[in-house]
């Protein structure tokens, strides 16, 4: 046998915190010049926002007859007066949560058909990153979608936003923690149970009933309300509309954000906890490698 | 730091089976008594990886040779941290594959899946640069290293054109590149010439020879005999997931020396042939392959004594609509070695 006399016994990479955040980023970097490699994401972008609310908007404006006199009854049950803008906003909010259970659910099983997931999991870098960072350009291509919502939501369908942009914009921030956290966990069991189309459906199902994307939560009957107070989206929707909506401030939706606080803490948690389960149990039964 | 760039005793991986398969290597699980909430006890184990024991010396090319399903990769993914095994223990570098995985990580440059293990919506560059953040390499450094191994795998000048649009020799050459970005001290090859022409093979193996003078230590999976004679230091041989024998590629031809490989080469076999010829005395193993789509077959015979063996052979080929098209007596190569031992050509 042959030895050689000059053997390599150290690698050229030197971990640390900032080289942590540096794989962070690429991994960032990847996923969004990936996604705009896609172009067929600008017609999602611009179509979307103003189909998908739309039928229910129609439905809406027909149930309320010619007059507009069944109106009246929506706004006592509301407490809204635009109700095209009720509308819209619950819809969108169910697509961003759609849209997340899609992308970032799907995130680590498309790395796994594409062959890519092994290569990733062979280097040294926190293997969360790859979640986080995958996500974080999808949460970027949302705000543009939530923007681009809102502008044909003014232009298209004649929505007034009287309330503030920078109470939306908080709402949002704090809705961010419990869709992705969600999605995160979502992620991690698609990886172990490879097709998960069936509880995409489920979730989305549940939050179309359960949270009043198109209705007010009070006409849900008895046994479903208390269901609905415990999923953050009904919270979500609530706030949004009546922080863009209405002029009430910061006091109409501390409640809600107080409730979204605590969710985002949940499902955070939830989602880190069930992708480090996921990681353990792929490296004893080697599901990272099956198709 | 420990002697051996990689060293596994009595490595063990098993997974969760369906009982009933007729597979030898599927075994009931024992029967523990179930507590309420425990979790479900599979009913039956597959041993993929029965023991493996590997010393793998500084510095050395080791193949790693066995039929599908021998348990190759599985001690791969062992190794890489991507499984972790059922018992036994398994070192890189002098780090523990379980509870040092992160500094075997940084230990490893590992070309699994080739080509699909890297974006094909991404450029060359893109993909090594992507890498190099993700082995934490310095972006000084980073950015010299991706240009160096640009250069080495001649891509230069398609090196910012997207990977979907390369051949798959490009791409072997990009997935071997992301492997070498950290210049690594130990390499993981799994098949790295499967799928590429004659050509490009012929300059991936170049390059492994290369990279052996500078001084990494490779393990080598290979489905090509030829390459693992070439190439390897020492060979192990891996069937049932146990290493059935480990030597130089001479060490492991001179096991065999005494015997005679008779290669055939005819048209219209059939399995009754092979029946009759098993019958010969001093005939201990036959394969058979076919070339190309038309009815050529090559059949080798490994014999103890071709001179007693051959009369035998001719009267049993004879007729019954099979030609002798061609026949030469040879030296025993690894390929005769390997089905000496395992019972199956490599390809099998």
């Not at chain 1, 929506?74 to 819809?91: E, M, R, S």
């Not at chain 2, 450094?141 to 080495?152: G, H, M, S, W």
């Not at chain 2, 201990?284 to 015979?301: F, K, R």
Request: charged content about 20%; overall charge positive; glycine content about 8%.
């Amino acid at each position: 046998m042959t030895v050689q006399s000059i053997t390599l016994t150290r690698s050229l990479g030197r971990p640390s915190f900032l080289s942590g955040l540096r794989a962070l980023w690429a991994v960032m970097k990847r996923e969004w010049m990936i996604f705009v490699r896609y172009p067929s994401w600008v017609i999602s972008l611009f179509i979307w926002p103003i189909i998908f609310p739309l039928s229910y908007v129609l439905t809406a404006q027909a149930l309320s007859g010619r007059d507009g006199s069944g109106m009246a009854q929506f706004q006592a049950a509301t407490g809204v007066l635009d109700i095209t803008g009720y509308i819209a906003i619950g819809t969108t909010i169910w697509m961003w949560q759609n849209v997340v259970l899609w992308n970032v659910g799907f995130s680590l099983r498309n790395e796994q058909l594409r062959g890519t997931l092994e290569s990733n999991w062979l280097s040294p870098t926190w293997r969360f990153a790859y979640l986080l960072g995958s996500s974080a350009p999808q949460l970027l291509s949302m705000l543009m979608f939530l923007t681009v919502s809102a502008i044909e939501f003014v232009l298209f369908l004649g929505v007034r936003f009287d309330g503030s942009l920078w109470l939306t914009l908080l709402t949002i921030l704090f809705a961010v923690p419990s869709i992705y956290g969600l999605g995160f966990a979502f992620a991690s069991l698609v990886i172990t149970l490879k097709e998960a189309n069936a509880f995409v459906f489920l979730v989305r199902g549940i939050v179309m009933i359960f949270c009043g994307i198109t209705f007010p939560i009070s006409i849900l009957p008895d046994w479903m309300r208390p269901i609905a107070a415990w999923l953050p989206q009904t919270y979500i929707i609530h706030a949004i509309r009546s922080a863009s909506l209405s002029t009430d401030g910061l006091s109409a939706i501390s409640g809600d954000l107080k409730a979204l606080a605590l969710f985002g803490i949940f499902w955070l948690t939830i989602g880190y906890l069930v992708f480090n389960w996921m990681e353990r149990r792929a490296r004893r039964t080697g599901a990272i490698g099956q198709y | 730091m420990s002697n051996f760039a990689i060293e596994a005793k009595q490595l063990v991986k098993k997974f969760p089976a369906r009982a009933g398969t007729g597979d030898k290597n599927v075994t009931p699980a024992p029967r523990r008594k179930r507590r309420f909430f425990a979790r479900k006890e599979p009913k039956a184990m597959f041993t993929a990886v029965n023991g493996v024991d590997l010393q793998i010396e500084r510095g050395e090319i080791f193949g790693l040779l066995g039929p599908n399903g021998a348990g190759k990769s599985t001690t791969i993914r062992m190794l890489c941290t991507l499984l972790e095994p059922t018992s036994g223990t398994a070192q890189v570098n002098g780090f523990e594959v379980v509870k040092q995985a992160n500094d075997v990580r940084r230990s490893l440059g590992t070309v699994l899946a080739g080509e699909r293990s890297i974006y094909w919506k991404l450029t060359g560059r893109e993909n090594l640069e992507y890498f190099a953040a993700l082995y934490h390499i310095p972006p000084a450094v980073a950015k010299k290293r991706v240009e160096e191994l640009i250069e080495r795998m001649e891509i230069k000048d398609r090196a910012n054109e997207l990977v979907e649009k390369y051949s798959t020799g490009m791409r072997q050459r990009i997935a071997i590149a992301k492997a070498l970005l950290a210049r690594p001290p130990i390499l993981l090859l799994d098949e790295p010439t499967l799928g590429l022409d004659p050509q490009a093979a012929r300059r991936v193996r170049e390059l492994i020879a290369e990279l052996k003078q500078e001084g990494h230590t490779i393990l080598l999976t290979t489905h090509y005999m030829e390459e693992a004679d070439q190439l390897s230091d020492r060979i192990g041989i891996i069937d049932t997931g146990k290493v059935i024998a480990l030597d130089t590629p001479e060490g492991l031809k001179r096991r065999i020396d005494q015997q005679e490989v008779i290669r055939l080469e005819l048209t219209g076999w059939h399995e009754e042939i092979a029946d009759k010829l098993k019958s010969i005395a001093g005939i201990e193993h036959i394969t058979t392959h076919q070339q190309g789509e038309a009815d050529l077959w090559e059949v080798n015979l490994h014999a103890q004594n071709s001179r007693t063996a051959l009369p035998r052979i001719v009267e049993h080929i004879s007729g019954n609509g099979t030609r002798l098209v061609n026949m030469n007596i040879v030296k025993p190569s690894l390929e005769d070695v390997f089905i000496h031992l395992t019972g199956k050509a490599l390809r099998d």
